[in-house]
């Protein structure tokens, strides 16, 4: 069974510039989550979607939006780039929206900005 | 205020001994509390899990004991490898969606 795959797995953007990322869950997940993983932050939540619809969304600008697609399929935007954008953009999935369903993470999204 | 806090930061254990890593939460709002282990340039992997009603939860040589009244947990490796050797992050999950808060992870270094 194929795990989580997010596209591209690394990118260089330049500041200004916008980026948008892709996540694919686990076949028959629902629910799909971003993080962003910084030296300096961590870990942070930044929203998740199920069935379409955002659920829960972190402490970051506006300028960070997502979707999500019928297919489950997640999307990631950010918008006029800074430096401090950088970072690894994982996704997570889940089988189910809430209760002790497991998230699988994938390999993430690589963020340079430059 | 969620937040989860996790120690140490770093820890160098000798290869066979148990490495023990610890969390503690500050919000109550919590269901589900995950361990992720990442190797450098991988995303992080579910390792165990425990629920809140549970005290403590073991899979081959990992182990999770859980304090609900002191609001904390720890992971311990027992009989701990080189190949161990990776960043653990301690997570808990927000009552109602998936939502993770996670601690500042702990670099373990098992030396052989």
């Known amino acids: 069974k194929a795990g989580v795959t997010q596209t591209p797995r690394y990118l260089i953007k330049t500041r200004g510039q916008q980026v948008t990322l892709s996540c694919s869950p686990i076949s028959g997940h629902r629910s799909v989550s971003w993080y962003q993983q910084t030296p300096g932050q961590g870990l942070q939540f930044l929203f998740e979607?199920?069935?379409?619809?955002?659920?829960n969304k972190g402490n970051f600008p506006g300028r960070f939006s997502g979707r999500q697609f019928s297919n489950s399929r997640s999307e990631m935007n950010v918008s006029t780039l800074e430096l401090g954008d950088s970072a690894l953009y994982l996704c997570?999935?889940?089988?189910?929206?809430?209760?002790?369903?497991?998230?699988?993470f994938g390999e993430g999204s690589r963020l340079t900005v430059l | 205020q969620q937040q989860v806090k996790q120690s140490p930061q770093s820890l160098i254990v000798q290869k066979g001994g148990i490495s023990i890593i610890n969390c503690a939460y500050e919000n109550t709002a919590f269901d589900y509390f995950p361990w992720y282990q990442q190797f450098p340039g991988k995303g992080p992997a579910l390792l165990i899990a425990i629920r809140p009603d549970v005290s403590e939860k073991k899979e081959g040589r990992f182990t999770i004991s859980f304090n609900k009244s002191a609001k904390q947990f720890s992971l311990h490796i027992m009989d701990s490898q080189p190949g161990d050797s990776a960043t653990y992050f301690c997570a808990a999950r927000v009552l109602y969606g998936n939502k993770l808060v996670f601690g500042a992870g702990t670099i373990l270094r098992v030396k052989s």
């Open positions: 979607y199920f069935s379409e619809t955002q659920r």
């Open positions: 997570a999935s889940s089988l189910v929206g809430t209760g002790t369903g497991e998230l699988f």
